[in-house]
């Protein structure tokens, strides 16, 4: 049975209750003219009027079925939802959950309550607020049990063609880059003008973004207007997916063209064509793996990032983050084997280990004693077997991809009392049955820190999960969840794994061994600099 939610903007809006939370679906943030238009904030509000908010709303254009491999990364599955048909144009929208209080009382509009905000991942191809392990119910129920009640939002935004295709021709039509990063930032503009009415606090607003979602986050650092107070990034590959160079994102054009049958149009008529095509033809006619991703467009992103760029303090830096001057706190965190993504997305294991050490070569001629220092720790050897070299390639990507890349944002983060940074490393396996069992993989960490999963996870992971919950619902809150990163000390939470009898710890020295990581990544990028060693992995991924 839906309840009735008077805002004093929006109107009557009706609300599905769930347990413990009432939970507006499917509010529209942005309007737009096309598929390719800008997104335009949503403010046509009647007060006079209802609004039925209790069905997910339309997601954006996207693989069908795509949610399948997120719970294969996961090696679990949730029951799904009943979801609209994905729109092109309808897609911008976003979800809010509000807590009831203890005694089931319904919010008050004036309750200013501190707000979450989760942009998902998927590579910028997939994903959507409705999926049910980003549900923000379990969570938020969790606030209100420890007294720091929290409202949670998950967001759409323009993926694969509409969100990242970009071109001259494009923009000389009036398209800009980068769809998807505009409506993040509409999104975070509609929350901070309506969070208030339902019992939100405009100022105090936390960006949430796991893997794509995480890259996404930083980018919102780029605005010189403040969109959040806080932000938390988990699982981001800040410094490999690097923004397209202008002839990959000509190339990539070009093969959109082709692949929709419009080479031997006029660019008019392309552009013409492209607008008005029907919407599946734009994930079934395209190839899989066509480069649709962030371009440097001066606006919502900047320079080529680095580790260099991001682990220095210089002033030129700040003006590519302006968002360094005006977050109150970073909170940036890493799973052991983040990189299994990659054991799905094409690294075939097959003669792997000498394909990488031929690789390796090439990248680091120069530096040979650092070569062997990579192939003696990872134990890459030619004779290898497949599946043990692939494991070791996987630790060697999430050290230097997901670990050392968010040591180096912390090193660069200018450190004071109104600025703070978390560092966390999450060390949980996942326990269920597949390919790897027991690791702590790529998406189970928003696994944990939602809570959704809680039903299927034995008690001693139920309490790393709550611990993670209970850091973060402090952090959203504006409380120091732990003792933030010194100059010089990389102090962090570590979580788990159980099965070596470790719980919810905090290691002050921060050391590699001790938060479960290697520090080989570390002394590499010591000896011939970080950016070297990620273009080794760079180069194998591309394979040169």
């Known amino acids: 049975m839906a309840t009735t939610f008077k805002h004093p903007d929006l109107g009557e809006v009706k609300a599905k209750p769930v347990d413990g939370a009432l939970q507006f679906l499917g509010l529209k943030y942005a309007s737009l003219q096309d598929r390719f238009a800008a997104p335009q904030l949503y403010t046509n509000y009647n007060s006079s009027t209802s609004i039925d908010a209790t069905k997910f709303g339309p997601p954006p254009v996207s693989t069908v079925g795509a949610i399948n491999n997120e719970f294969a990364f996961i090696q679990k599955s949730l029951p799904l939802p009943e979801v609209p048909t994905h729109s092109d144009t309808e897609g911008l929208n976003l979800n809010i959950t509000v807590p009831l209080g203890k005694d089931g009382s319904a919010l008050q509009s004036d309750a200013k309550l501190p707000v979450y905000v989760f942009v998902h991942g998927g590579a910028f191809a997939f994903g959507s607020n409705w999926y049910p392990h980003y549900d923000p119910a379990a969570l938020v129920r969790l606030s209100v049990e420890m007294g720091k009640p929290v409202i949670g939002v998950t967001i ?9 295709l970009t071109s001259k021709e494009l923009r000389d039509a009036g398209y800009k880059a980068n769809n998807g990063f505009h409506d993040q930032r509409t999104a975070m503009k509609w929350i901070k003008k309506y969070i208030g009415g339902f019992g939100g606090d405009p ?8 893997s794509a979602g995480a890259l996404s986050v930083v980018m919102l650092l780029t605005s010189q207007e403040p969109l959040m107070k806080r932000c938390l990034c988990t699982g981001g590959a800040l410094f490999l997916f690097k923004p397209l160079p202008d002839f990959l994102v000509e190339a990539t054009y070009q093969k959109v063209v082709e692949a ?3 080479k031997d149009k006029s660019p008019e008529e392309r552009v013409k064509a492209l607008v008005s095509l029907p919407a ?6 395209v190839p899989p793996g066509t480069l649709l991703s962030p371009i440097a467009d001066g ?18 830096v700040q003006a590519q983050l302006p968002g360094r001057k005006w977050l109150s706190g970073l909170m940036l965190g890493d799973s052991a084997l983040d990189s299994s993504v990659f054991a799905y997305m094409g690294m075939d294991p097959s003669n792997i280990a000498t394909r990488f050490i031929t690789s390796a070569t090439s990248t680091l001629s120069a530096h040979l004693s650092a070569l062997t220092t990579l192939l ?4 890459i050897t030619p004779t290898t077997p497949d599946n043990e070299a692939l494991l070791s390639i996987l630790r060697f990507t999430s050290e230097i991809t997901f670990y050392a890349s968010a040591r180096a944002v912390a090193q660069g983060w200018p450190k004071s009392a109104s600025s703070k940074v978390y560092l966390y490393h999450l ?3 996942t326990p269920w049955e597949g390919r790897f069992q027991g690791e702590a993989v790529h998406i189970f960490d928003v696994a944990l820190l939602f809570q959704n999963y809680n039903g299927e996870l034995e008690k001693a992971q139920r309490k790393i999960a709550r611990g993670y919950g209970e850091d973060f619902v402090r952090f959203v809150n504006g409380e120091e969840p732990w003792k933030p990163v010194e100059e010089g000390k990389f102090s962090a939470r570590v979580y788990g794994p159980v099965k070596e009898g470790k719980g919810v710890e905090f290691v002050e020295s921060g050391e590699p061994e001790k938060v479960g990581r290697s520090e080989t990544v570390l002394k590499l990028g010591e000896e011939v600099g970080f950016d070297t060693v990620m273009d080794v992995l760079s180069n194998f991924l591309q394979g040169r």
């Open 427 to 429: 060390n949980e396996g």
């Open 376 to 379: 003696t720790s990872y134990n």
């Open 203 to 210: 100022e105090e607003i936390t960006a949430v973004g796991e």
């Open 260 to 262: 929709l049958g419009l």
């Open 156 to 164: 759409n935004y323009r993926l694969g063609i509409p969100g990242f």
């Open 299 to 316: 606006e919502t992103t900047h320079s080529d990032p680095s580790f260099a760029s991001f682990a220095s303090q210089e002033e030129s």
């Open 280 to 285: 599946d033809d734009l994930w079934q006619k």
